[in-house]
């Protein structure tokens, strides 16, 4: 019996500042890893600020995140209890790039995957200094459970996060990916990382990108 294909509904996100908790060798590894399982079928999209990934996100047909990323780029709503009573009310999240996440516009949200680079960036449920990945005010999106809860907390169904193995993780996902997007988020950087700066730019040059 021959197996039905894979559903085809992740996008995966990558954002620089993740890579300022690896060596520059480790950052190449993963890239000529997805250069081999993802290019050319999956054309990269590079963007300056997270939120700008939104509009090429919209035409994909899609239902996970994959976020390889040092924030989570996921908050939750204010009004908490409106949103339990009722999950399907306006999203009045503000729109910026630690909170596209939330605006993701795809009709079924199931998944929402933050995979982070170092265990600072979960350091205490609500914690928010500059080591730390949380973008949440209220409550963690990350930490709700129960399809009814979670979508209340964030207009997602269910929401995980796991600690690097971004390499397994990128085999395991790569038959199952229909869109990449990297942002060069510099100014988030929280650790110096010129060669890793300088290593993304070229390969954006290289991949003769799409820039939105």
Wanted: glycine share 4%.
């Amino acid at each position: 019996m021959v197996n039905p294909p894979l559903k085809q509904d992740i996008f995966l996100s990558i954002d620089l500042d993740f890579w300022c908790r690896r060596s520059i060798q480790e950052t190449k590894t993963f890239f000529e890893l997805m250069q081999k399982t993802l290019l050319p079928k999956n054309p990269i999209i590079w963007v300056e600020h997270h939120d700008e990934m939104l509009p090429h996100i919209a035409i994909l047909t899609g239902e996970r995140i994959v976020n390889i990323d040092f924030h989570s780029d996921l908050t939750s709503h204010q009004n908490w209890e409106e949103h339990l009573k009722n999950p399907k009310a306006p999203n009045n999240i503000e729109l910026n790039c630690g909170t596209w996440g939330n605006h993701v516009p795809w009709p079924k949200k199931t998944e929402f995957w933050w995979v982070y680079p170092h265990k600072c960036c979960i350091a205490g449920k609500n914690n928010h200094h500059n080591t730390s990945g949380w973008c949440h005010t209220k409550k963690n999106p990350f930490l709700q459970h129960g399809k009814t809860n979670t979508i209340a907390a964030c207009n997602w169904e269910k929401t995980k996060m796991s600690y690097g193995n971004e390499k397994k993780l990128l085999k395991k996902i790569a038959p199952q990916i229909c869109g990449v997007g990297i942002c060069l988020s510099k100014d988030f950087l929280v650790i110096d990382k010129t060669q890793t700066i300088k290593f993304f730019q070229k390969e954006k040059k290289k991949h003769h990108a799409i820039t939105l």
